[in-house]
């Protein structure tokens, strides 16, 4: 579940998503599947995950992926297993989280 960031009035901030592997074997499993994985280690990559999530500016939210949720998205949009589709799959779900956030805070507000 991505957790959508709000402001102090409530309202709903769209944020950046960042992906996140929770455990090494997920890493490991990307790795596999995407010829253009660049990074060397799980300790690598999660110490620069952590940086990009604490960058100033646009509210950054970690964005938990798996392997089997990744080839179905690839397989549904045609894309192949690369940075730019990790990226997209990643943008799609922060979208779907995003837009539950602004319905719930519309159903909360006519009550």
Avoid: H
Wanted: with cysteine.
């Amino acid at each position: 579940m991505i957790s959508i960031p709000v402001k102090d009035s409530g309202k709903p901030v769209k944020p950046l998503g960042v992906v996140w592997y929770d455990t090494e074997a997920v890493f490991e499993e990307f790795r596999a599947l995407c010829p253009d994985f660049t990074q060397e280690t799980y300790e690598v990559w999660k110490e620069a995950a952590q940086e990009a999530l604490e960058e100033e500016g646009t509210p950054r939210v970690a964005v938990s992926v798996t392997s089997a949720g990744f080839k179905n998205f690839c397989k549904d949009y045609k894309l192949p297993f690369d940075a730019k589709a990790r990226q997209r799959y990643v943008y799609v779900m922060v979208e779907v989280a995003y837009n539950a956030a602004v319905k719930e805070r519309r159903r909360a507000k006519k009550k």
